[in-house]
């Protein structure tokens, strides 16, 4: 009994008819939530799951799963054997709740790094795509005989490219794939370019008004 009371994990002996004989501290708290009736005779289940089920052996490496009460445990059991019959069991359970959210968090972290990853490759080569389009719109532009209208709409081209190439590089500064050079910033110019993007971004219902003097 001193033994297994210095056992971090939840550590129970059951007898070959299912009668517990022994525990240690943390099974005791344990047990009381995944099985509140286990003083008033045989153990017969933990949380949703049958004794018998858990007395199996799992898959080779790993624990049976059991929750209960928004907790999760994992549970596993060895025969007791000192002859030809089995004698009992010993059952050893894991609180594996704090270990599953950081391996969830983890997970999510994981799959938004690569998510970033992702838009960072497609960014670099839009903005490709995007250099190509404002060459030849400047090119373009130097043709002396133009018309003046056709002009206009190069221009446009060539404007609206360079804003989208802008929004590309905001994009691979929040995804930090982009080398950030420090340089003096026109901050009203600044504000007034996130004042249209959030206004084509955020609901209708969200009204924007920038004040400045």
């Known amino acids: 009994q001193d ?3 210095t056992v971090p994990e939840g550590v129970l002996l059951l007898s070959a008819e299912a009668e517990v004989q022994m525990t240690n501290p943390t099974a005791e708290k344990y047990l009381a939530l995944l099985a509140p009736d286990w003083r008033n005779g045989r153990l017969t289940h933990l949380g949703a799951h049958p004794l018998n089920d ?3 052996s799992p898959p080779k490496g790993l624990w049976h799963d059991v929750s209960s009460g928004g907790q999760r445990f994992e549970v596993i059991a060895r025969p007791v054997e000192n002859g030809p019959s089995n004698q009992g069991w ?4 894991r609180d594996i709740t704090q270990e599953r959210s950081i391996q969830r968090r983890v997970q999510a972290q994981a799959r ?9 490759g497609i960014a670099h080569n839009f ?3 995007l250099a190509v ?7 373009t532009l130097r043709t002396a005989t133009l018309a003046s209208r056709v002009r206009e709409r190069m221009q446009t081209i060539e404007q609206q490219a360079n804003r989208a190439s802008d929004l590309i590089e905001q994009i691979l500064d929040f995804s930090r794939q982009s080398i950030m050079d420090r340089q003096p910033l026109d901050l009203l110019s600044f504000l007034n370019n996130l004042i249209r993007l959030l206004k084509r971004t955020l609901p209708e219902n969200i009204h924007l008004e920038l004040i400045h003097t």
């Open 3 to 5: 033994i297994i009371d």
């Open 54 to 56: 858990l007395l199996t």
């Open 90 to 93: 010993v059952l050893v359970l």
């Open 112 to 120: 938004l790094a690569a998510v970033g990853q992702l838009a960072a």
């Open 127 to 129: 903005n490709n795509i």
């Open 133 to 139: 389009i404002v060459l030849y719109a400047q090119i």
